[in-house]
């Protein structure tokens, strides 16, 4: 079916570790985001990207990298991994964000110890 | 930058009974409004939007929002709740720009 992919669901990491979390999306859309979720902090724009080869800091991008090669996909790249990345990661997508919102994928959530 | 608040993190309430969640935002200039709903474990998922023309939005499952631009509020609410209701619900906001502004969330439970 389409949507936005993530990959993977569920995630371990060791301090100082990194790795990359996987998003793409079958919907030829634009606008591609990635947010955390924190408990009683709601969602927290990591990094967007308009198109394909534009990318943009959202509110807590320390830490994280992002590109856009393609419009299908939109990895996050955590370069050095810390205990305060401990969350739940959403992509979301949007052909037109003012018109549509965002279609979400369905999350990975990263330990880090 | 905007901020949106919900006031209520938890709201528990009795099956078929009426609830309203709550949602302000802090700017007045023009901007489109939105509630999400997410179930357990799942991402979220567009409940309804608002943006532009009649104040009130309803969604398939018998919820409705209304905008309120002269007290900056988006509030959702559902004349009879039932079990399947229970999710966490974000109100967001997107104003001039490419960001939208998550609420907290409320997390709201039906009683059987």
């Known amino acids: 079916n389409a949507g936005v992919t993530q990959t993977p669901k569920f995630q371990v990491l060791k301090t100082g570790q990194s790795m990359t979390l996987q998003c793409a999306q079958d919907?030829?859309?634009?606008?591609m985001s990635w947010y955390r979720q924190d408990p009683g902090m709601g969602l927290r724009l990591i990094h967007y990207s308009v198109g394909a080869g534009i990318t943009d800091q959202g509110e807590v991008p320390n830490g994280y990298n992002v590109s856009r090669s393609t419009t299908e996909d939109f990895p996050l790249r955590l370069l050095s991994a810390a205990p305060s990345q401990t969350s739940v990661y959403f992509c979301?997508?949007?052909?037109?964000?003012?018109?549509?919102?965002?279609?979400f994928g369905s999350g990975t959530r990263l330990t880090v110890v | 930058a905007q901020s949106v608040t919900q006031l209520d993190s938890q709201v528990p309430v009795f099956e078929e009974a009426p609830v309203e969640l709550r949602c302000n935002y802090s700017s007045s200039v023009s901007v489109y409004l939105f509630w999400y709903v997410q179930y357990p474990n799942q991402g979220l998922q567009l409940l309804l939007k608002?943006?532009?023309?009649?104040?009130l939005v309803e969604s398939i499952n018998g919820f409705e929002a209304e905008f309120n631009k002269s007290q900056t509020s988006f509030h959702l609410r559902k004349p009879s709740v039932h079990i399947s209701d229970t999710a966490e619900y974000f109100c967001?906001?997107?104003?001039?720009?490419?960001?939208?502004?998550f609420g907290t969330g409320t997390s709201l439970t039906v009683i059987p």
């Open positions: 919907m030829n859309h634009e606008y």
């Open positions: 608002y943006l532009s023309g009649s104040t």
């Open positions: 979301a997508s949007s052909y037109s964000i003012e018109n549509y919102g965002y279609t």
């Open positions: 967001a906001v997107k104003p001039a720009g490419n960001q939208f502004y």
